[in-house]
């Protein structure tokens, strides 16, 4: 297939904040973008000390240590060129003494239905590394990540620099603010930037046995002006051009790259999952070797690695096969072995898991129907649905609601251009069980957002400060789906919690559960069997909702593995509490028209504005396992 066609174009983008850009010399430019910063918020958190800044974008969040503003700007520059050199200066700086420690980071906490080894989640120390060291925290001030992904249609190479205008000396209790920020960037632009052709908008790539029902929807997508072409799993296997693929995985993904290059595609549609319940794939999973330490799982499912098909090594654009240490493992952090990623996506991609031939027939019709309707009489409505996340029984303080507040920002945003809002809240007394959930449903809404707990079957959360898990409050379980009366009425929906799109469920960990652990497969205690665990259900709660005939939702974005939430008020720092939010930003604020646009914008502005994919596992895993079920290219509320 053809490679990356150079194409002259000159331009730079400030994607936040205030810059200028000046000639040096005939190559090299330099942008300098200065940031006046406000006076320091000072509140008091529980006998300690929070400080915030009306311009920071995010907390520096390492477990335990020291929460400080951070301000990032993020630049978007033409594909191909190169940084030569990025600087920060800090100015004006006032010293201030303070009464009490600045207050630490919280831990990630999972968001199962039942929090298992609890004590591991809720202990509160703090570091003594740093709150009793003479050491000024942190060490550096700024931090520069550049990667290449999309902006828009647009593939660019991005340029994230966080900087945190605060020096902390625990001991002590002085802290230094920064009133200016300065940032200095040289860069030369590509004399032939890269760019692609505009041949198809989109490839669906299924099995052979779907092939028909997806050329339906290609015909259907090209009728709606997404041109859109058809490949299937069985010719890219077979395609001597990709042998040099080490896994089917990755022989998918070496097509994509070609497909990108050759016709400037930008969805991808994985129409297909599991082969009915056994363990083989009509379109491959690619497993993330993340092993987040929670005894719970070595590694999930991540459709993103099809998605981020290029990272940049010094100023080179390659490949990028989320391999770095070239071991075979793909996607690695464990036993001291780690993978170095880019992760931005360089195409959008959503899953359709379709099993059989009735899930594929209804998957297309749900879609040719909402793409073909008026929507206008119910889309402008809309359902959040929570609770208190983390309420005392799991560590939490009474009178925080995590998700309530997630869900709120959630409210904000589409309140802000015009949609109707319903709060189903357990604190409100809207959110009781799951009766009030299909009411949401059925009244017709073209967005929910739930918020809370669950597991490949299950979803809900808890009523206000319970004590006690009894205080769990259920939402909608998988085997509902079907009761779901919403018709042709079809939300997308966002859900979180835990392992609500395990797409690599089957019956068949039921039976070799009992072949491999006896009766203790279905123990319960303090020792649970791993019958608990749900994953050997016929399919995921997301699916479910998705692939539902007559009723439930036209896409579910959710996690394949735990999801994970901050405690209290770090709910919406980062985590799924930040990017699930960040979903409807990018549709209500920055104009995103596609299902598959908002969720890929969101995981963009989670690595280049949260950051911390390749230093934290936890935000690794929150971008790695939020999966898209369903047709990425869904215009929202329809033509």
């Known amino acids: 297939m053809k490679k990356i066609i150079p194409i002259f174009i000159v331009g730079v983008l400030l994607l936040s904040g205030i810059g200028a850009v000046a000639i040096n010399d005939e190559e090299t430019l330099q942008m300098n973008n200065s940031i006046v910063l406000s006076e320091p918020i000072f509140t008091q958190e529980d006998n300690f000390i929070k400080i915030e800044i009306e311009e920071q974008t995010s907390f520096l969040m390492d477990t335990g240590k020291p929460m400080l503003p951070i301000v990032t700007k993020v630049y978007a520059y033409p594909l191909g060129t190169e940084i030569i050199n990025v600087d920060v200066e800090f100015s004006g700086e006032k010293q201030y003494t303070l009464t009490e420690k600045i207050q630490p980071a919280p831990q990630a906490v999972p968001l199962l239905p039942e929090l298992m080894n609890s004590e591991k989640y809720t202990s509160e120390e703090i570091s003594d590394l740093v709150y009793q060291s003479k050491q000024v925290y942190p ?34 209790d002085s802290i230094t603010i920064a009133e200016n920020i300065k940032i200095n960037i040289n860069y030369q632009l590509p004399k032939v930037p890269i760019t692609f052709p505009d041949v198809y908008d989109m490839v669906i790539i299924t099995a052979e046995k779907f092939q028909a029902k997806a050329q339906e929807l290609a015909d259907h997508k090209n009728s709606v002006g997404v041109e859109t072409t058809v490949e299937t799993v069985e010719n890219i296997l077979s395609d001597p051009d990709y042998s040099s693929g080490r896994d089917d995985a990755e022989k998918i993904k070496l097509f994509v790259k070609d497909a990108l290059e050759e016709w400037g595609i930008h969805y991808v549609l994985l129409f297909g999952g599991r082969k009915g319940q056994t363990y083989k794939w009509y379109v491959p999973e690619r497993r993330s070797n993340n092993d987040d330490g929670s005894d719970w799982e070595d590694g999930y499912s991540s459709d993103l ?16 096969d989320w391999d770095s240490n070239g071991n075979g493992i793909f996607a690695e952090w464990r036993w001291g072995a780690k993978d170095l990623m880019d992760f931005l996506p360089d195409v959008v991609v959503g899953r359709i898991t379709v099993r059989n031939d009735q899930d594929a027939a209804d998957a297309v019709a749900k879609i040719i129907k909402y793409e073909t309707s008026d ?26 609601y995590e998700g309530e507040d997630e869900t709120e920002v959630t409210t904000g945003l589409l309140e802000d251009i015009g949609f109707s809002v319903d709060k189903l809240w357990t604190s409100m007394g809207t959110f009781t069980g799951p009766s009030d959930v299909k009411q949401a449903f059925k009244s017709g809404v073209g967005f929910v957002h739930f918020a809370g707990h669950g597991n490949p079957a299950y979803w809900g959360n808890f009523e206000p400060n319970a004590e006690s898990e009894e205080g769990m409050i259920d939402g909608l379980s998988r085997g509902e789906m079907k009761q779901l009366k919403n018709g042709d009425m079809l939300p997308v929906v966002i859900v979180g919690g835990c392992h609500n799109a395990q797409i690599n469920v089957s019956f068949m960990n039921f039976i070799m ?37 007559k009723g439930g939702s036209i896409g579910t974005m959710g996690n394949s593995g735990l999801g994970y939430g901050y405690v209290n008020d770090g709910a919406t720092q980062g985590l799924g509490g930040w990017i699930e939010p960040r979903f409807f930003n990018a549709y209500a604020v920055q104009g995103k028209e596609t299902t598959g646009d908002c969720h890929s914008t969101a995981i963009t502005d989670y690595i280049n504005i949260i950051g911390r994919v390749n230093t934290d596992n936890i935000d690794r895993k929150t971008i790695e396992e939020w999966l898209l079920i369903g047709d990425p290219s869904i215009q929202l509320g329809g033509y």
């Open 375 to 400: 929507l206008s009489s119910w889309f402008y409505n809309a359902a959040v649905i929570s609770g208190d996340t983390f309420p005392p029984a799991r560590g939490g303080s009474p009178g925080y």
């Open 139 to 172: 060490e550096q001030q700024f931090e520069i990540n550049k990667g290449v992904g999309l902006n828009g249609e647009e593939h660019v190479l991005y340029l994230s620099v966080h900087c945190c205008p605060v020096k902390y000396e625990p001991v002590e």
């Open 513 to 549: 559960g009992i072949i491999r652990d006896g009766l203790d497969y279905f123990a319960i205690g303090e020792d649970y069997g791993d019958f608990w665990l749900q994953e050997w259900v016929f399919s995921d709660w997301a699916s479910e909702c998705t692939l539902t005939k």
């Open 305 to 320: 690695y099809f998605a981020d098909i290029y990272k940049v090594e010094g100023n080179t654009t390659v490949f990028e």
